[in-house]
């Protein structure tokens, strides 16, 4: 028994990404077990290990848990904290080799595509030289794969539309 997930303006697909997983776990703040399990990163003060999306979705989880699901470390300045809120609190967060990054674009959070690897985002030259302010060479951004040792992160801008992306390695 399944039921679709709920969406999250922020993270599209979070069953595609991955950060939402088929599981018979039973969600630790609404107690049912409804087939999906979030398997992103949570930072709680107290050990928490199995929350559903739908009390991601509702904020219950990050309050019942005073949870956080990813980070916004590095948001510019234009960026409302109702966003910063939704996108903490009631968003799926993602796993990355290192500490991971939200970006920004449009004055709004933008919306996490999934991992990336070279050919995703070679015909994308301003992600490339995203990329490359931040420090990649080209030579590296080659080795880019889904799951690999150095991999992409994409997000679209909900707004223009536009690519963003960046990079860690394990
Ligand atoms: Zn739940
Ligand atoms: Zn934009």
Known sequence: M???PPSF???LDPILTGSV???SDECERCGQARGLIYSGP???VDEVEFICPWCIADGSAAREFSAEFTTVDG???DIPRAVLDEVLHRTP?????QQ???LFHCSDATAYLGRVGYGDIADLPSVIQALAVDGWDSGSLQHLSVDGDLTGYLFRCRHCE????YADAS
């Open 100 to 102: 991971e990054r939200w």
């Open 162 to 165: 536009a690519k963003l992306a």
């Open 9 to 11: 303006r922020y993270h």
């Open 21 to 23: 997983v088929n599981s």
């Open 75 to 77: 948001a510019p300045s």
């Open 2 to 4: 399944q039921s679709a």
């Open 42 to 44: 949570i930072y709680a």
């Open 93 to 97: 967060g993602f796993a990355g080799w």
